[in-house]
Each structure stands twice: as structure tokens, then as C-alpha cells.
């Protein structure tokens, strides 16, 4: 292409004008240099990984989030975990509802054994996903921070009470029942009482109700197997 020259000269040249324009906070022309470059090469990873930010600051996410998307695949097949995770954090502030995003991020921090990270990524995910036309994306929350902390009461109780508003009240009944048991098992009180006062609210029995004032005068114990049959629905 006449308008390049040699590609390879070019390249680097037209590579260091977009990133002095960068340093200096010339965000547009920097864009317009390195845009030159994907004109020829549109697959150019170290190009995307400097537009991307860029883009962003000009207030053009779409084009974000692809550049974005192109780095993280080629980050992911060479292994360059600690670059992976940047991008996705990036690609995050992009797209505060990206599902896929706060999962693949969750995944590298558990595989570096970095949970506190991978659960702070979830609790981001919990309030992104709070309004009710995401009911599946949080339900898909809750889900994955209970692989991680199996005993997390907070998780155990949202997801039980999204299974209820998606219709899934079998599921709902049958982690209930698991979580009484549970609770019961760790002679946890406080938590015991809660599973139980959530069974009445599914159950609407006096039965149910009984079992829970029950849980103020008795040590935990978990409902007998016959019991637990009149709450799966």
C-alpha cells in the first residue's frame, strides 16, 4: 500500500507517533495513527491494547470492547494471565453487565488462588445485576459465589429468593431444606432459625410456622426425612 511504504518501517513509526500522541494526552490523533495501522494489519494485538483505552476516553465503547476482546484472546492463548485479568477489568468498566467478563475473571483469580478477589468480582457482579430484568444473570451470581463459599448465608438466602421469583420453587424448597439441615448440622442458631423462618414464608403452614417458633426453645436439629417431603412443592 503506496500510503505505508514498507510496512514493517511504517509500522513502527506510525506505532511511536500514535503512542507520543497518547503520552501527551492526544487521545484523537493518537487513535487516528494507530488506526492506520489496523488499515493494514487489523489484527494488530499491541495496536488494540493501545486503542482500547483510548477509545474509551473518546467515548467509543463498542470499538472498546473489541479491541478488548481481540487482547484477551490472544493474552489467554499465550498465557499471559496477569495481562488477561487487566483487560477483563477493563472490559468491565465498558460493560458493567457482562456476564461472560465477571466469570472469566472469577476463573483466573480462583486458578491463582485468589479468592477474595474472585468474590469481590462476584459482589460487583451482585449489585450490577440487583435489578429485576436480570433476574437470570443474578440467580447465575449467587450460583457461582456458592461453588466458592458453600456456606455463605447471604448467597444461600438471595438465591433461594430469586429461584422464587423466576418460578423455580422446587429448587427454591429442595436448598431450603438442604439449608436447614445444615445450619442444624452446625449447631448455627441464628442461621437455623433464619432457614426455618424462610420455609414458613414458602410453606404458609402452620406446620411450618410451629418449626420455627420450635427453633426459639429447642436445641438445632434438622427436620426428620417425612417432615422435609411437605416443603418441596
Not at 404458609?204 to 417458633?213: E, I, K, P, T, V
Amino acid at each position: 500500500m503506496a500510503l505505508f511504504g514498507s510496512k514493517a518501517y511504517n509500522r513502527n513509526e506510525l506505532f511511536r507517533q500514535g503512542d507520543q500522541f497518547r503520552s501527551r494526552g492526544r487521545n484523537k490523533k493518537a487513535i487516528k495513527e494507530f488506526e492506520k495501522i489496523l488499515a493494514v494489519d487489523p489484527k494488530d494485538i499491541d495496536v488494540h491494547a493501545k486503542l482500547a483505552p483510548l477509545y474509551l476516553k473518546v467515548g467509543r465503547a463498542a470499538e472498546a470492547k473489541a479491541s478488548l476482546n481481540l487482547v484477551i484472546d490472544e493474552y489467554h492463548r499465550k498465557g499471559f494471565t496477569e495481562k488477561e485479568i487487566a483487560m477483563l477489568k477493563i472490559i468491565l468498566k465498558v460493560d458493567t453487565h457482562d456476564l461472560k467478563t465477571y466469570f472469566q475473571l472469577v476463573n483466573l483469580y480462583i486458578q491463582k488462588g485468589l479468592k477474595s478477589d474472585a468474590l469481590k468480582t462476584l459482589g460487583d457482579g451482585r449489585r450490577a445485576f440487583r435489578k429485576k430484568k436480570f433476574l437470570k444473570e443474578a440467580i447465575a451470581i449467587e450460583r457461582r459465589i456458592l461453588t466458592i463459599e458453600p456456606e455463605d448465608l447471604r448467597a444461600q438466602v438471595s438465591l433461594v429468593k430469586r429461584l422464587w421469583k423466576s418460578g423455580e420453587n422446587k429448587e427454591a424448597s429442595e436448598r431450603l431444606i438442604q439449608m436447614e439441615s445444615q445450619w442444624a448440622s452446625r449447631r448455627n442458631r441464628k442461621y437455623w432459625r433464619k432457614t426455618r423462618w424462610l420455609l414458613f414464608r414458602q410453606s404458609h403452614s402452620l406446620s411450618a410456622f410451629l418449626g420455627y417458633l420450635s427453633a426459639f426453645f429447642s436445641k438445632p436439629a434438622p427436620y426428620r426425612p417425612q417432615e422435609r417431603q411437605r416443603f418441596i412443592s
